[in-house]
């Protein structure tokens, strides 16, 4: 039951640890920020899909998100999510749950920025952290319960044909009212992007990616004890796009597992996806 | 006294003419790190609101934006690179296209370019540009030049690259 539980529960950390401003991965973090001032909205609906040991789970979870440019190298951002569905079924059961999830807040510094002609290096420090604002009375929870915390560092080259990104991550987890602390989870991604046709500023430019994303989660805590149904390490091979015009960006990507093994009797993820809409006004 | 009316309002007539004629008409900045559309959108934000400025052209492949000033108005240059910054990039060279009255001061030449910085030193000149400078100046005429913006000593000049006469 238990790791059922927290089977659903690490379906909820997708939600915060895939923020992104375009032109960064789908999946993972980029160095790029929003210029002085700048005030950013996005849309992003998200999803995942994960089945074994005779159960199936899922979720689609609803984004929002504002972000401001705090100066040309510091951005905020503010990530409400919103869980539109939330379901666990085995064969003769089928629990649903919906409502608001986790907010989190996050600041990104980039701290080192090299400029050539059509050429953009970068790198960058992410912290942020997630509230336990979600309802985790509901089944399937909400939220966690916990209070989480993000620290990322990224950096890339984008240029007028090639992108390229790297970023590490490390979610350490809080304690929730039952006790249960989810375990930390590194994060490592890499991406490799190309843009599509030509590039004209008053024209759509279409940039698509592959992303390799890793994952590591040390196994839940609970009274002191290691939860045997919990943690384990993913891989994950992701295609991905951002297609933008002027001030507006789609983007989009879908996570397909390439490698999983998971501890004790956990369902496997079947794919992931996301899709966003971003405004700059 | 009619006729003195008429000279002193044609007078005064020709020298607003001038003034507004005088001053930065266009700009292009050469811009490193600019490789995405969406990411330099932030960029045309900051330069709309440089003062002088009506409309802009950015060339992505060549990393350059041509600033054309307001009729009647100058571009001010000077907040440019701030701008620039201000949107996530850097200017690696700025060229300008200005008109004014030439003025001669210690064996060097001057642009009365108005607003922002009011004068523009001439430099590089070329062969024949020394005396075409000196003739303008005798007489208190006009020159349009166009070339490398630069700041020198506390002073902007401009390291020339074309020179005519009139605006």
């Known amino acids: 039951m238990r790791g059922l539980l927290v089977g659903l529960i690490s379906l909820v950390m997708v939600v915060f640890v895939a923020p992104c401003l375009a032109h960064e991965p789908i999946f993972g973090l980029g160095p790029h920020t929003i210029y002085k001032g700048g ?148 994060f490592a991604d890499l991406a490799v992007g190309i843009r599509v046709w030509e590039i004209e500023y008053l024209a759509p430019d279409l940039v698509v990616l592959a992303e390799l994303n890793w994952e590591s989660a040390a196994r839940d805590e609970s009274g002191g004890a290691d939860v045997a149904d919990s943690g384990g390490d993913m891989l994950f091979l992701s295609p991905s796009f951002f297609l933008t015009y002027r001030n507006l960006a789609a983007k989009g990507g879908v996570q397909l597992p390439l490698y999983q093994d998971l501890n004790g009797e956990q369902p496997e993820v079947d794919y992931r996806f996301s899709l966003a809409l971003e405004f700059h006004l | 006294m009619a006729g003195k009316v008429h000279v002193a309002a044609a007078l005064l007539c020709l020298f607003l003419a001038s003034a507004a004629e005088a001053g930065i008409s266009r700009v292009v900045v050469s811009v490193d790190g600019l490789a995405c559309p969406f990411c330099a959108y932030g960029v045309e934000k900051k330069l709309k609101r440089v003062p002088g400025v009506a409309s802009m052209d950015v060339d992505m492949d060549g990393g350059r934006i041509v600033l054309t000033a307001e009729a009647g108005r100058s571009i001010d240059f000077t907040l440019v690179p701030g701008a620039v910054s201000d949107g996530g990039f850097t200017v690696s060279k700025m060229e300008a296209r200005a008109t004014g009255r030439v003025a001669a001061e210690g064996g060097m030449f001057w642009l009365e370019a108005g607003v922002p910085v009011g004068r523009l030193q001439l430099r590089g000149l070329k062969p024949g540009d020394r005396e075409q400078l000196e003739d303008l100046a005798a007489r208190g005429g006009e020159a349009a030049a166009e070339g490398v913006l630069e700041k020198r000593d506390g002073d902007w000049a401009l390291d020339l690259q074309t020179l005519g006469e009139g605006p």
């Open chain 1, 39 to 186: 005030v950013g909205v996005e849309a992003k609906l998200e999803g995942e899909s994960a089945s074994g040991g005779g159960e199936e789970e899922s979720e689609y979870v609803l984004h929002a998100e504002l972000i401001y440019g705090i100066t040309a190298d510091l951005a905020a951002t503010l990530a409400v999510p919103y869980v539109l569905d939330r379901a666990r079924e085995t064969d003769s059961d089928r629990i649903t749950s919906d409502g608001p999830g986790d907010v989190s807040l996050r600041a990104k510094y980039r701290f080192w920025r090299r400029d050539a002609l059509g050429v953009q290096d970068a790198a960058a420090f992410i912290a942020g952290i997630k509230l336990p604002s979600g309802d985790d009375e509901e089944t399937p929870k909400l939220g966690t319960g916990s209070t989480d915390y993000l620290l990322a560092l990224t950096a890339a080259r984008e240029s007028l044909i090639w992108y390229y990104f790297f970023d590490t991550r490390n979610r350490i987890n809080g304690e929730d009212p039952d006790g249960l602390k989810k375990g930390n989870t590194f």
